[in-house]
Structure formats: structure tokens, C-alpha cells
């Protein structure tokens, strides 16, 4: 306001006027706007004007860029009104005017540099000092002043005292004696002897303090350097191009020049930036370091910002040794060194804004692409070990420095270089060991949060940087450092007088989702200072708001941000950022929304997104989903929302498997829908292989293969959905894992497992019952009181209902896909069986063995993908041949290396399995299983198998079963072919002979298949031999059928 700038200045004239010889305006002249204005336009200059009724304005420089310098404090002000009406005249405008030009006459030069330091600031954009000192740095500073020529003398504590109070005039503090003895690190007390009751109390800066002090006095007196230079290069560089440099610029002009280049944002002349940047590295003899002194007062780190702001307007072709050069001294930079070649005094290091400004720098185009993979850049390390000085020293976390913001800001930039450089390995460790230490010193402030600082910038940044290497190394850093720093906001930094920013809230709130750190104080904190925000009519930005949210929703703290939403939706609605949202925002608002119980906005969603889901990840998806509000079935909006998410979420489970719980919630989604869709979407989710390929490894735990079967076949059981691929996937696994098993005979041991497969599984697949029925009766059956008992009772007696189901159930698994390569690969079987069986005939002895036919699963594996196309592998996984070996009914396997080419016999393995758990089984259950009627033999009589076939069935006193007839005639037949020599020799035997199987006349366990044309004979299909593979795709998988 001109009240306050017109105190500021009648009281700088008051204490001037003798050396000015200007008298003091009268006060009076405060009353009339035309003598004011007349005053103030002759003192200001662009970019700053003056208006008689909104006062002093500053235009905006460029977008991203701020002054780093700040007003000074106001000492005096007024509440009389700058419009309020008085005389005025000309004769007082005019004496007005001549005084303030007398004024400014006399300190033309403070003007000057007062205007290029603001210049200078404009270019350096954020990074820059922050302007606003701490009590603790004004009392330094004016110390040193009143030290004189040395700086190590002490001064009496009364007269530092009295002068720091009139230049921090604001600080409610009382600068006592204790309050000095509370500083020391910055201060040094000593008592002085005067006599008899003369001691007095005198005081010096601290060494370290000293060297704090005289960095920023220097680093200010560069500033107004920095703005002298680039008044000159604004005249000079319009009649400047790249070709015509003249040789006698020194280095500090070139360096002004590519600065006013880089802010100016339109390049003169083709090749300029380049052509400066060569100037100033060419002929270096010393290196980095005679660039950084010849440069001065032009820091290495400003020069980068200045090619990364060229190079963002248009590539250039810089020279990879000139941009080597500045990042090297940019690294020595950041530490002391001596001025010159032999001794003498040393260069003060770069203050901390300038070290987070080359950091900064250094992350962005073209400098990234000099630090990866270069083993010999030192920019790196020597960051780090500016980082790890001033954790030593200090002062940086104190809460008495104002260098903890660009401390903060330093280690935030640093956090992100590590994190996207690709660094030598021994660069990386090396900022690594720099970053524990800053984790153990934020734990440290979260011990002691009375000791911290708490400005909400460095607070956030700082939080940022540790995120982002938590992030990057678990294993190394844990979570102790973002719950120090949270207990530092949560218990003094974020009260209801602190000034916390909407964007330093997203961004603390991003920093703790990118860790996955949970924190509910602090985002009930965070909620509380962004409901306040709302209140005073600050609106949000989109982009902010998301973020918040968004980090408030993966950590599942949204409900502590639910009365910022509420605030948000009475004070402008929600609606304004439902509109702006994007794909990814669509699961985030959806939960908002139904949070807050906004329906209409909520439908309105639904409609404009609907379209619009692809690029939605399975966790946002399944989190619609999860939160779908009840009150929805009469909204058919929102029903074809519904049924569009469980679409893109079944599409993306084809890809990558679900989590358990994420299955979950997606299978009892599907479930909901209309019978049609239900079963069509889940048959789909349950056959993508990716699915099958996220099933636990038969070498796991069995609690470990339990937990992982059951998390994935579970949801599809409750629902009552008949799952063949996923099923078979399941009992393949069990099957290997139980052989591997070799610990002991304990049956509980794959009790679990077994029981999550339900009894018409068992029915379908006689190989895996007849595996389970002679594992089960092979293994020591616990006692009837012991806790193990009814599991085992249950899989008994479920086994044993199955073996009842047999001759009724179905051989078909209602996926037709799938039940085709178990037809192909029963073809094969049915072939290699004919001709192991002629061969051994042909050996009377081999024959007088009766030996069954094995194969080793590894051989039969190689043999039967030669004759099988790539499809049963890829949509199975390497667990191909076991699942459908499942399935077979020319095979007997139970989950070891070798599989037996016969018929499999549940029904015997199942009476031995009630005859060995008796004790175990209730009566009704032993009677159904007395009711089962085992297989006949497989083999017929060895004479029989020796004798020449005959046409009808040989007397016996028992007549040969259904299957011995079929088996008979099959091997009489296989003979008479081997006799003849002829291709019916290598043929499946005719569908008459597989009219009845071992399992019932129906062949739900024999070579037939209820529902399904027997096996092909040769006139229907190619077989082994033939030079043509019939095997191939198949139709997908059908829509299976509900289980009951």
C-alpha cells in the first residue's frame, strides 16, 4: 500500500537528510494522491508502477520465474487513507518531485544496483535465496558490523542487543543473556573482569556462524555484480552474433550475455548460445577452476540454468567437453578452494540455493545425458558431500537458519538426479551413504520436534527427497525418517497459524503415498489445513487437488480428507473437476463421489466415461468396484457403468493376474450380473493364462500352495462357476507337489489343497481321483479324536461320493477348446498303446510278464508336441501336459515322473481307500462305497492274450465285463494287424470296441466319452503315421455350465 511504502521512505529520509541535504517531507503530503504519485513515479521503475487507487504493482515476469529479493520490513506506518481528501497544489507536487530527485540523485548507484539485483533475479527463478532472515541471522549480521576490521572481537551484549531490536522490531523474543547462552551455535559468551562489580557479558560470532555470514554478504554483493553486467549485455547484446564475438569480451560479460540470452527468450542469431558457451571454455589452462573465478560473478550453477532454459526452446548443438566443464565446476563450486594457483585466501563455497539450482539443472536436457554412465563425473559425488558438511555442521535442520528451504530444496533435487540418472555404481553409493545420514537426522527431529524447523516448503521438499530414495532402496532405508518428519508437522509445524501453501499439501501428501508410508495424523493434518484453505475461498487447481487426493486415496486415508471434500462441494461443487478429469482420475473420483454421497455427479461420471476405460490400471478398477455404492440397482447408468469396468478388468486379467483379493472383489462383481454375462465373463477370466500361470509352483509350502490355490480358485467356487482350465491347473499342481512331498505319510498334508476341489472336479478327472483314493490309502490316517480327523473323514467321503458318479457324469468339461487336445491326445495314446502292446506281443517272454507300459512324462512330453500345436501350451502354461493328462482316459497317473498307458481304475483305488479308513468313515458312507463295484482286470488271462483271437467270447465261469471285452478284442485285433504288416496295424481300434468302459457301460471313465463321437477312426481323422498333424485350435472356451 503507499501508506506503508511512504513510511518506509520518509523515515529512510529522516535519517539521511544531512548527507542528502534534502529536508523532510511533511507529512501532510501522505493526504493528497497527485503529490504521492509524483513522489513514487520518480523513485520506481518498470517493471514495478504506481497507480493513485490499487496502489504500488509489480508485473509478472516470465511464467516459473519469482524474485528472490523481498521488501524490506516496513519501520513505521500510517492508517491515515492515501485518497483521502487534502490540498494540493502544483507548487507541492512540484517540491515534492525536486525532493525525491535530489534523492534519487544522490544514490543513483543504490538505484542502479537495487534494479539489476532484481534483473538478476529474475533469471535465477526459484532457487534464489528466500529473503526472509531468522532473528538468530539479523543478530549475526549485526555483530559482524559492529566488530569492525575483526570479526573474532567480542562486543558487548547490551549494544548488540539494542541495535538487533531496532532492526527486528516484529520479534516478540527478548534478546537476553540466556538467550545468547541458547545459540551456541552461532554465538560465543565470555565474561570480562572489570574490578570489583564491573564484570560484563560480552559476545562473538562462532567460526562456523562467521562462514555462514560471509557467504550470504558475499553471495549479495555477487547479486548486485550479476545485475550491473547484465545492464551492459541488454545494450550490447542486440549488435552481437555468433559470428562476429569480439575477442576483448571478458568472461563475466559472455556469462552475462548467454544469461540475458537465456531469459530473453528469442535467440539473436543462429548458433549464439553455442558460440558463447565455447568462448567460455575454450583455453582453460586450469580447468573447472579458472572458469568459476573468471566467471565470477556469474556461478557455474547459473550458467546451467541458463543452457537448460536454451535448450528447452530449441536443441542445440552443444560441445559435450564445454558442458563436462561446467558440470565439473559446478562440483567444485560446491566446496571451498583456495582463490588462486598458490595460496592466499579461499574461495568461499556456493551458497545452498546455488548448489540446488545446479542440482536442478543437472537432472534436465542436455546435462542428464552427460552424468549417465560416466564413471569419472565428480558432480554427483561432490553433491552428496555437500550434503553429508551440512548435516555435520548442522545448522541447515536448525530452526534457527534460513537455509533449511534451499537445504531442503538441495536434497529434494538430489533425490530426483538419483533416481533418474543412470550413475555408476560407485556414485550411487556414494550418495547413498549421504542420504542414510539425512535419514537418521530426520528421525532425530522427530525424537525432539520442538527443535525443528518448520517452514511447510522445506518441510515438504525434505519429505520428498527421503520419499523418492525409500522408493529407490527399500532394503537400506526404512520408514523411521518420513514418521520423523511427520511427527515434526503433526506436533508443531501445521497448526491452524501456519501458512501451508495448496501445492506444498499435494506435494507432502505425494511424498508419503510414494513411499507407501501410511500416516493418518498427518492426512487428518493435511485435511484440516486444506478444509481451512477452502473456507477463506482459496479454490483449488485441478491438478493439486488431484494429487492430494490421489495420494490420500493409495494409502486408504481418503476418509480423513472427507471434510475438504465436503467443504469443496458447498462452496463450489465438485462438478468443475469431474469435468477436467482424465481416464486415470475416473476410479480416484468415482470414490470421492461416493464418498460424499454425490450421486448425480456420480452418474454424470459414469456417462462421459464410460468410453473412456481403457487406460484404467487393474488396481483402479477393481477399486470402482470394491466402493460401488448400494443404492445403485435402480440406476441403469450405472448398472452398464458396472458391467463395463468387470469387462476392462476380465480384459486386463488376461494379461496379468489379479491379486487374490483383487480376484475377489472381481469374481463377485461378475456374479451379480444377469446368468448369461456371469458365466461368459468368468469362464474368460478363469482361462486366461495368466491366471493359471500365477497359481503357486508345486516346490512351495503347502501352507504357501494352499494359501495360493485358494486365493485363486476360491471366488470362482463360491459363485458356483464351473472353471475346467483353472481346475485342472489346480489338481495338476496338487498332484506334483503331493509326489515331491517325500517329508512323511501324513495324510493332512494335502488335505487342505484337495478339499478346495469340488466333487463333480473328481468325477470328471478318474486319473486325479484314483491318485488322490491310492495317496490317500497309502498314508497313515490319524485317529478319530485327533483335530485332524474330519478333513480327512471329508476328502474320504467326498472321493467316495465322486466314485458313485462315475457312470453318470458327464466325460465332457463343457470347454470345447480344451476337450479337443484331450480327443488328440487320447488319439495318440489310443496309437502308441496298439503298438507298445503289438510290440510286446511279438516277445513271448516280455509278453509272459504282463508288465503295464510306462512312460516318463518328459519323453511323452516331447513326443506329443510334435504332434500338437503351440496353442494347449501357450493357453495352459508349462503345466500343459499334466492338465490334460488329467483328463485322459487312456492313462493312469498319479503325479510322478512316469505315467502307466492303461485305463485308469478309480473304483478299485476308492474301495481300498473306505477299506483303509474304516475307523475313520460313518456307516452309510462305508455302504456307498461297499455299492461301488471296482473295474474288471485290465489284462485278460495270459492265455488268452497268447491264443489267437476269437470271433466270440471264450466260456469262463465269469464272463468278461464291458471293458475286458473291449480290451480283448482291441489286443486281438492290434495282433492280427501286426500280422499282417498293414497301416491298420497303427490304427485306433473301431468305436464298436469302445462300447462300454471299466467305469459303466457308459464310458464316463472307459476309452468312450458321454456326449462326444468315440475316438476317430481312420477314415475320420489322420493318425501317427499318416504325415499329417491332426491336431490344431480349436474353438475357445465355451460358456461353462453353474455348478449346483
Excluded at 167 to 191: C, I, P, Q, T, V
Excluded at 907 to 914: K, M, N, P, S
Amino acid at each position: 500500500p503507499l501508506a506503508t511504502f511512504w513510511g518506509d521512505l520518509r523515515n529512510w529520509i529522516l535519517e539521511r537528510r544531512h548527507s542528502l541535504n534534502v529536508p523532510a517531507p511533511p507529512a501532510e503530503w501522505l493526504t493528497s494522491s497527485t503529490v504521492m504519485s509524483s513522489v513514487i513515479r520518480v523513485c520506481i521503475g518498470p517493471p514495478a508502477e504506481c497507480d493513485a487507487k490499487l496502489g504500488l504493482r509489480r508485473k509478472r515476469e516470465a511464467p516459473g520465474s519469482e524474485s528472490a529479493t523481498s521488501a524490506p520490513a516496513a519501520t513505521a506506518s500510517t492508517t491515515t487513507s492515501p485518497t483521502a481528501p487534502g490540498a494540493s497544489s502544483t507548487a507541492a507536487a512540484a517540491s515534492a518531485a525536486s525532493a525525491a530527485a535530489a534523492m534519487a540523485a544522490a544514490n543513483s548507484a543504490a538505484a542502479a544496483e537495487a534494479a539489476a539485483a532484481a534483473a538478476a533475479a529474475s533469471v535465477e527463478g526459484r532457487g534464489g535465496e528466500d529473503g526472509t532472515l531468522t532473528l538468530v541471522e539479523q543478530v549475526e549480521e549485526v555483530l559482524l558490523g559492529l566488530c569492525g576490521k575483526d570479526p573474532a572481537a567480542f562486543v558487548h551484549i547490551g549494544m548488540v542487543t539494542q541495535e538487533a531490536q531496532k532492526r527486528a522490531a516484529r520479534s516478540s523474543e527478548r534478546l537476553s543473556k540466556k538467550w545468547y547462552e541458547s545459540h551456541r551455535g552461532s554465538f560465543e559468551l565470555k565474561k570480562f573482569h572489570h574490578g570489583p562489580g564491573g564484570d560484563e557479558w560480552r559476545v562473538r560470532l562462532a567460526e562456523d556462524a562467521r562462514q555462514r555470514l560471509v557467504a550470504r554478504l558475499q553471495e549479495r554483493d555477487m547479486e548486485k555484480q550479476r545485475g550491473r553486467e547484465l545492464i551492459i549485455a541488454e545494450q550490447m547484446l542486440p549488435k552481437l552474433s555468433a559470428d562476429s564475438l569480439p575477442r576483448t569480451l571478458r568472461e563475466k560479460e559472455v556469462a552475462a550475455l548467454l544469461s540475458l540470452l537465456a531469459r530473453e527468450g528469442k535467440h539473436p542469431s543462429q548458433g549464439m548460445a553455442v558460440a558463447l558457451l565455447s568462448r567460455l571454455c575454450t583455453g582453460k589452462t586450469s580447468g573447472p577452476k579458472e572458469l568459476i573465478i573468471e566467471c565470477s560473478p556469474f556461478p557455474p550453477a547459473l550458467l546451467m540454468r541458463s543452457i537448460v532454459a536454451l535448450e528447452k526452446q530449441r536443441r542445440e548443438r552443444w560441445v559435450k567437453e564445454h558442458l563436462d566443464m561446467v558440470l565439473s565446476a559446478a562440483a567444485l563450486n560446491m566446496h571451498t578452494m583456495s582463490a588462486s594457483g598458490g595460496g592466499g585466501a579461499e574461495r568461499p563455497r556456493a551458497t545452498l540455493p546455488t548448489c540446488a539450482n545446479a542440482l536442478w539443472a543437472a537432472a534436465r536436457k542436455p546435462f542428464d545425458e552427460r552424468l549417465s554412465g560416466r564413471s569419472n563425473c565428480l558432480f554427483v559425488s561432490s553433491a552428496g558431500l555437500r550434503l553429508q558438511v551440512e548435516l555435520t555442521e548442522k545448522s541447515a535442520l536448525s530452526p534457527d537458519s534460513s537455509a533449511f528451504r534451499p537445504f531442503a530444496q538441495m536434497c529434494a533435487w538430489l533425490a530426483h538426479l538419483v533416481v533418474t540418472a543412470k550413475l555408476q555404481e560407485k556414485n550411487r553409493e556414494e550418495v547413498m551413504k549421504a542420504f542414510l545420514k539425512l535419514s537418521q537426522a530426520c528421525q532425530e527431529l522427530g525424537k525432539a520436534p520442538e527443535n525443528a524447523p518448520t517452514d511447510p516448503e522445506g518441510l515438504c521438499r525434505l519429505a520428498m527427497a527421503v520419499a523418492l530414495v525409500i522408493r529407490e532402496d527399500r532394503k537400506t532405508f526404512g520408514t523411521e525418517a518420513l514418521q520423523g518428519v511427520a511427527k515434526v508437522i503433526v506436533n508443531r509445524a501445521m497448526d491452524e497459524g501456519s501458512q501451508w501453501e495448496p501445492s506444498q499439501l499435494a506435494v507432502l501428501a505425494s511424498a508419503y503415498a510414494a513411499a507407501e508410508v501410511p500416516h493418518e495424523a498427518l492426512f487428518r493434518k493435511i485435511g484440516l489445513a486444506a478444509e481451512r484453505h477452502t473456507l477463506q475461498g482459496n479454490e483449488w487447481s485441478t491438478e493439486q487437488l488431484m494429487k492430494m487426493l490421489n495420494a490420500g486415496w493409495q494409502l486408504n486415508h481418503l476418509k480423513s480428507l472427507e471434510r475438504v471434500l465436503k467443504a469443496i462441494q458447498g462452496e463450489t461443487g465438485l462438478q468443475k473437476y469431474v469435468k477436467d478429469a482424465t481416464p486415470r482420475d475416473v476410479p480416484l473420483l468415482f470414490n470421492v463421489l461416493v464418498l460424499v454421497h454425490d450421486h448425480a455427479i456420480l452418474e454424470d461420471l459414469a456417462k462421459s466415461q464410460k468410453e473412456r476405460l481403457n487406460g484404467v490400471s487393474m488396481q483402479g478398477l477393481i477399486s470402482i468396484l470394491k466402493e460401488w455404492p448400494i443404492r445403485d440397482k435402480g440406476s441403469a447408468v450405472l448398472q452398464t457403468f458396472k458391467s463395463t469396468v468387470v469387462k476392462e478388468a476380465v480384459g486386463l486379467a488376461a494379461r496379468k493376474a489379479p491379486t487374490p483379493t483383487e480376484l475377489r472383489i472381481l469374481v463377485d462383481a461378475a456374479a451379480e450380473e444377469s446368468k448369461t454375462t456371469t458365466l461368459m465373463r468368468l469362464t474368460d477370466l478363469a482361462a486366461s493364462p495368466a491366471l493359471l500361470n500365477a497359481l503357486p509352483a508345486p516346490e512351495a509350502q503347502w501352507q504357501e500352495f494352499y494359501d495360493g490355490v485358494a486365493g485363486i480358485l476360491s471366488p470362482f467356487n463360491r459363485a458356483g462357476v464351473v472353471v475346467p482350465r483353472l481346475e485342472g491347473a489346480c489338481a495338476a499342481r496338487l498332484l506334483l507337489a503331493a509326489d515331491r512331498d517325500k517329508a512323511g505319510s501324513e495324510a493332512r498334508s494335502f488335505v487342505q489343497p484337495a478339499l478346495l476341489l469340488h466333487e463333480s472336479v473328481l468325477a470328471g478327472m478318474p486319473v486325479l481321483l484314483q491318485a488322490l483314493a491310492d495317496r490317500l490309502a497309502k498314508s497313515r490316517m490319524p485317529r478319530s479324536s485327533s483335530a485332524d480327523a474330519p478333513e480327512v473323514r471329508k476328502l474320504c467321503e467326498r472321493i467316495i461320493k465322486a466314485a458313485s458318479r462315475l457312470g453318470t457324469a458327464s466325460a465332457e468339461s463343457g470347454d470345447k477348446q480344451l476337450d479337443g487336445w484331450v480327443a488328440r491326445l487320447e488319439d495318440y495314446l489310443a496309437d502308441e498303446t496298439a503298438f507298445r502292446e503289438r510290440e510286446r506281443d511279438r516277445d513271448r517272454r516280455s509278453s509272459a510278464a504282463a508288465a503295464s507300459i510306462e512312460r516318463r512324462l518328459e519323453s511323452l512330453e516331447k513326443d506329443v508336441s510334435k504332434r500338437l500345436d503351440r496353442g494347449a501350451k501357450d493357453a495352459l502354461g508349462s503345466q500343459w501336459l499334466p492338465i490334460l493328462l488329467l483328463r485322459c482316459r487312456r492313462v493312469a497317473w498319479n503325479g510322478g515322473k512316469t505315467a502307466l498307458l492303461e485305463v485308469p481304475r478309480p473304483r478299485t483305488a476308492v474301495r481300498r481307500l473306505a477299506e483303509a479308513a474304516s475307523a475313520l468313515l460313518p456307516k452309510e458312507v462305508r455302504q456307498e462305497a461297499d455299492r461301488i463295484e471296482p473295474e474288471a482286470p485290465e489284462r485278460p488271462p495270459l492265455s488268452a492274450a497268447a491264443e489267437p483271437a476269437a470271433p466270440a467270447a471264450a466260456p469262463a465261469a465269469r464272463p468278461l465285463s464291458g471293458a475286458a471285452s473291449a480290451t480283448a478284442a482291441y489286443r486281438n485285433r492290434a495282433a492280427a494287424g501286426a500280422g499282417q504288416g498293414g497301416d491298420d496295424a497303427r490304427r485306433a481300434p473301431s468305436s464298436s470296441s469302445f462300447a462300454g468302459g471299466p467305469c459303466g457301460a457308459s464310458g464316463a471313465c472307459g476309452s468312450g466319452r458321454e456326449g462326444r463321437s468315440p475316438p476317430a477312426g481312420p477314415s475320420q481323422a489322420p493318425r501317427r503315421g499318416d504325415g499329417r498333424s491332426p491336431l490344431g485350435h480349436g474353438p475357445g472356451p465355451a460358456a461353462a455350465p453353474t455348478r449346483t
